[in-house]
């Protein structure tokens, strides 16, 4: 059903020499770069000139499908609606125009906004203190173990080189624990989805750094003994990481540092609802116990009105922890800072019990139709493994894509991998009664397709710019800039 010939039937649309301006000459001669700094070549750009550049990002902005579009129930992933002050404040020039290289004495207001969301973080999660630095929650992640292992070291405990990290983890556990050069040990769930605390007892030794959490867990559910794993895990002397990106049902209702958890990220670009996909921009702060904060770090600090971003040094003989250059992403504090403010305290407090109420309500609806393994209470998501009636063979990806075809995001599928059709669900507080039950009646639409017509659920999308994809030739052989399309594929 795509109009857009245009697109379509010209692929290249770059011609020699075609520009988007004209500059008038200038009088200041000739330019004195030093050479080091020059190009040896022109840069291979696409020559183009400007109409035919709009177009071209026009079409590929319809071709896109974002909160803004539709409903965006992406397990996991927090897609919720990015209010347009947001934008506003973040667009404000006297932000939009700031240097991260300018003497701080012409930067006090951005210090002291970020000072202030430092502050909201610490008051909305019980921790002590907050570095908004790293760019995402992997990257808060990473920031978070660096810290532990570095709080290790000072107690002379180097040989904690374990983490310890539940099956239904988000992928990213596993792999920041890999990437600090830690050591990976799967502790199990139960046959209700949660840890199992047996199992992790036998797993705790003096050679675990820490055990890394995520409360709601990937299922969606509350993990309800973790005072006792708090004291398991601290009395043998490793510390509690909590992956804070499912924070959302747990916003001003509770708070992960009256829990025990010691260490946390948080993602801006999910709970506090800075826009976000196709990989940026993020922004993880991660916070810590009082024990800790040495170690952060960048952090901004306030002495007699004036704000300082204090940057870590280290001590004698020690290699701070560096974990990008600058303050961090800006614009996405700008953003999450204006959430908080412009909803405030009581409003804040009813945005998880909202996220939950709509992901109960919508589970509720389609379990008839849709297979729940853990038939419980849920938090902000839940996860159905497939189908109840497979017999036609109709599978996750089938439902997903069919999805697409009623002008609906797919939710996650295929993840986690605690069940092999799964297929999770997040509607974020943000929709209303009518947007959820069209939802509903359109998921009960599908199954009731798949039942008596398989084959056009097998064979979506039919209505979407781009049929389905072939994701493994995609993994295996991706195409990354249009030059290699024109080239290797004629
Ligand atoms: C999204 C997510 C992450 C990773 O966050 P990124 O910003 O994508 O790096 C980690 N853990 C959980 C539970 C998540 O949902």
């Not at 020699?16 to 000739?30: C, I, M, S, Y």
């Not at 983890?169 to 890999?178: D, E, I, L, M, R």
């Not at 940026?280 to 971003?309: F, N, Q, R």
């Amino acid at each position: 059903m795509n109009n857009r010939l245009y697109g379509n039937l010209i692929f290249e649309l770059s011609h020699k020499g075609r520009r988007g301006f004209t500059l008038p000459a200038n009088d200041f001669g000739e330019h004195e770069l030093p050479e080091w700094t020059q190009r040896e070549k022109a840069a291979a750009l696409p020559e183009c000139d400007e109409m035919t550049v709009v177009r071209h990002y026009t079409n590929h902005s319809q071709n896109n499908f974002g909160v803004n579009n539709g409903f965006y129930p992406l397990g996991s992933c927090t897609m919720k609606y990015n209010p347009v002050i947001n934008e506003e404040m973040a667009a404000l020039p006297l932000f939009q125009q700031l240097h991260p290289a300018q003497p701080e004495s012409t930067c006090q207001g951005v210090l002291q906004m970020m000072y202030g969301l430092q502050h909201a973080l610490t008051a909305i999660t019980g921790l002590s203190a907050f570095t908004l630095n790293p760019f995402a929650g992997a990257h808060g992640e990473l920031t978070g173990l660096m810290l532990i292992r570095a709080y290790h070291h000072e107690k002379g405990e180097d040989q904690r080189v374990k983490v310890i990290v539940p099956d239904s983890a988000h992928g990213t556990n596993p792999a920041s624990a890999a990437v600090c050069g830690l050591e990976v040990v799967e502790v199990k769930s139960t046959a209700d989805g949660m840890v199992d605390v047996d199992d992790l007892r036998a797993l705790l030794d003096n050679e675990v750094a820490a055990v890394m959490m995520t409360n709601p867990n990937t299922l969606g559910l509350f993990e309800r003994q973790i005072p006792e794993i708090a004291q398991l895990v601290h009395e043998s002397g490793a510390l509690l990481y909590y992956d804070g990106a499912n924070l959302n049902p747990m916003l001003g209702v509770c708070r992960p540092g009256d829990m025990g958890f010691d260490v946390m990220h948080i993602n801006l670009h999910k709970t506090f609802s800075t826009p976000h996909g196709g990989g940026g921009p993020g922004c993880g702060p991660v916070g810590v116990i009082s024990a800790m904060e040495h170690l952060l770090p960048s952090t901004v600090v306030k002495e007699d009105d004036h704000y300082t971003l204090r940057r870590n040094h280290g001590q004698e003989g020690q290699t701070p922890i560096s974990v990008g250059a600058n303050a961090g992403n800006v614009g996405v504090m700008i953003r999450a800072y204006t959430y908080i403010l412009s909803l405030g305290r009581e409003n804040l407090k009813m945005v998880g019990p909202l996220a939950t109420l709509n992901a109960n309500y919508i589970k509720e609806a389609l379990k008839d139709d849709y297979l729940l393994p853990i038939d419980t209470v849920c938090k902000h998501e839940f996860v159905f493994d497939g189908l109840k009636d497979k017999s036609n063979g109709v599978t996750t990806m089938d439902v997903a894509k069919r999805l697409l075809d009623y002008g609906y995001h797919a939710p996650t599928i295929y993840f986690p991998l605690l069940f092999h059709e799964s297929l999770m669900i997040e509607p974020t507080e943000n929709e209303s009664k009518e947007t959820i039950d069209a939802f509903i009646a359109c998921m009960h639409r599908i199954a009731q397709e798949a039942r008596t017509e398989p084959d056009t659920v097998k064979s979506a999308p039919h209505n979407t710019p781009i049929g389905r994809v072939d994701d493994v030739l995609a993994a295996k052989h991706p195409i990354l800039t249009y030059r290699q399309m024109t080239t290797e594929e004629g």
